[in-house]
């Protein structure tokens, strides 16, 4: 299958400080990405989709301010949680498609973050 | 929008028997259904998906049954082992757009 990489994996900073989680294509382009927060013991929730040489969409709750989506090229997106805030920490998980259309979406490794 | 329920949310199972997790969804025009397997602090794996036009699909010890008229599927586990023990999520979507997960199932196998 397609594989897809996030980095870092994991990482602790302060209340106030911004953060960036890379998410890779690494053999295959992905127009689309999709950006997921899981919290301990719960479901994979949908925060935005990401898309390439566009702005990306946000799922109803989420605020675009405070997580940042850039998809500069076909095989990177990056979030960014901007003036992170302990109630942010949480496993935050990229995926993308491996076939267009397909609907078949495969993980990255996932970033855990945790604010102090 | 789309909505994913799953039960049940726990499932034991004693080694070799057969694990059922089940899943209905709201929107009629969803035609992808996906199952996938996370281990405690890592990635979902696929394991097995459907696509509407198909009522059964099997690989090895795993099959996905879907309903439309019902809006239900489910996934069936064979022969369970205990290396199966993870957290199993099932999923919706239309071709190409965003997968809506259900809550998840904790499967236990006891050896």
């Known amino acids: 299958g397609a594989v897809v990489s996030q980095h870092p994996s994991w990482v602790i900073c302060k209340s106030g400080t911004s953060v960036k989680i890379e998410c890779r294509s690494l053999?295959?382009?992905?127009?689309?990405m999709f950006w997921y927060r899981q919290f301990p013991k719960q479901s994979l929730m949908l925060m935005a989709t990401?898309?390439?040489?566009?702005?990306?969409?946000?799922e109803q709750g989420v605020e675009k301010d405070k997580f940042l989506i850039n998809h500069a090229s076909l095989t990177l997106s990056t979030l960014t949680v901007t003036s992170a805030h302990p109630e942010d920490s949480s496993f935050y998980i990229c995926?993308?498609?491996?076939?267009?259309?397909?609907?078949?979406?495969?993980f990255g490794e996932g970033s855990r973050l945790t604010v102090l | 929008g789309e909505n994913v329920e799953q039960h049940p949310s726990t499932l034991s199972v004693q080694e070799g028997d057969s694990a059922v997790i089940k899943c209905t969804y709201s929107?009629?025009?969803?035609?992808?259904f996906p199952w996938y397997k996370q281990e405690l602090g890592k990635r979902p794996q696929l394991i097995i998906d459907?696509?509407?036009?198909?009522g059964e699909k099997k690989d090895q010890r795993i099959a996905v049954t879907l309903n439309k008229t019902a809006k239900h599927f489910s996934l069936h586990i064979t022969e369970t082992q205990p290396e199966d023990s993870a957290v199993y999520f099932c999923?919706?979507?239309?071709?190409?757009?965003?997968?809506?997960f259900g809550a998840g199932t904790i499967l236990r196998v006891k050896s």
């Open positions: 053999d295959f382009q992905a127009t689309t």
């Open positions: 459907i696509r509407s036009n198909v």
């Open positions: 999923a919706a979507s239309i071709y190409g757009n965003k997968l809506v």
């Open positions: 995926s993308a498609e491996g076939r267009q259309g397909t609907g078949e979406l495969f």
């Open positions: 990401s898309n390439e040489g566009s702005k990306a969409t946000y």
């Open positions: 929107d009629s025009a969803s035609n992808y």
